[in-house]
T-cell receptor, first 113, second 115 residues
Framework: DAKTTQPPSMDCAEGRAANLPCNHS???????VYWYRQIHSQGPQYIIH???NNETNEMASLIITEDRKSSTLILPHATLRDTAVYYC??????????????FGQGTTLQVKP | DARVTQTPRDKVTEMGQEVTMRCQPI?????VFWYRQTMMQGLELLAY????????DSGMPKDRFSAEMPDATLATLKIQPSEPRDSAVYFC?????????????FGPGTRLTVL
């Protein structure tokens, strides 16, 4: 699976959009981008995933560049409860890889009042 | 609201003792994962099961760790004998894999301290 690079930490003002970048320059055509987050002392939580089209759900939006070498997770109106470590993960979809996630160090997002 | 449950939530034990951690996946999920999280190594996948069969346990120290699924509602992770370096938070996650598993649901974790 392709490696990802994320900034170690970011701050965001409450109510503003939080834009979390992720570089995955070695991504291959059959690899998807997944985002999870981990709020302090809790298990990780799935946020969103995508292949090449932008995706949106009730939690966030995922913007993937046309060359797929980077992506951005957008939390449109960050709240204090969004303070967490955000993990960007790239993995292949295939029968031999039924769900294996390789977590990196992630980005610690601090939402400030 | 269906959740993954893990017991115990906290465990303190002495070096050399056996430790058993239990996980109840969400009803209907057919894939179960065990992860370990430490400050130094972050989140590491130890093992995972699909339809109760082990698919990959390459991340697990074989000499002291074992993972099993006695039935579809119970997954266990055992450490025997335990060592101080096993101190970590152990997470269980489950998901439903029909064609492909997109979302894993994580439990609250078991915080293990080996003295």
């Amino acid at each position: 699976d392709a490696k990802t690079t994320q900034p170690p930490s970011m701050d965001c003002a409450e109510g503003r959009a939080a834009n979390l970048p992720c570089n995955h320059s070695t991504i291959s055509g059959n690899e998807y981008v997944y985002w999870y987050r981990q709020i302090h002392s809790q298990g990780p939580q799935y946020i969103i995933h995508g292949l090449k089209n932008n995706e949106t759900n009730e939690m966030a939006s995922l913007i993937i560049t046309e060359d797929r070498k980077s992506s951005t997770l957008i939390l449109p109106h960050a709240t204090l409860r969004d303070t967490a470590v955000y993990y960007c993960i790239v993995r292949v979809r295939g029968s031999s890889n039924t769900g294996k996630l390789i977590f990196g160090q992630g980005t610690t997002l601090q939402v400030k009042p | 609201d269906a959740r993954v449950t893990q017991t115990p939530r906290d465990k303190v034990t002495e070096m050399g003792q056996e430790v058993t951690m239990r996980c109840q996946p969400i009803l209907g999920h057919n894939t179960v994962f065990w992860y370990r999280q430490t400050m130094m190594q972050g989140l590491e996948l130890l093992a995972y099961f699909r339809n109760r069969a082990p698919l990959d346990d390459s991340g697990m120290p074989k000499d002291r760790f074992s993972a099993e699924m006695p039935d579809a509602t119970l997954a266990t992770l055992k450490i025997q004998p335990s060592e101080p370096r096993d101190s970590a938070v152990y997470f269980c996650a489950s998901g439903f894999d029909r064609e492909f598993l997109n979302e894993q649901f994580f439990g609250p974790g078991t915080r293990l301290t080996v003295l």
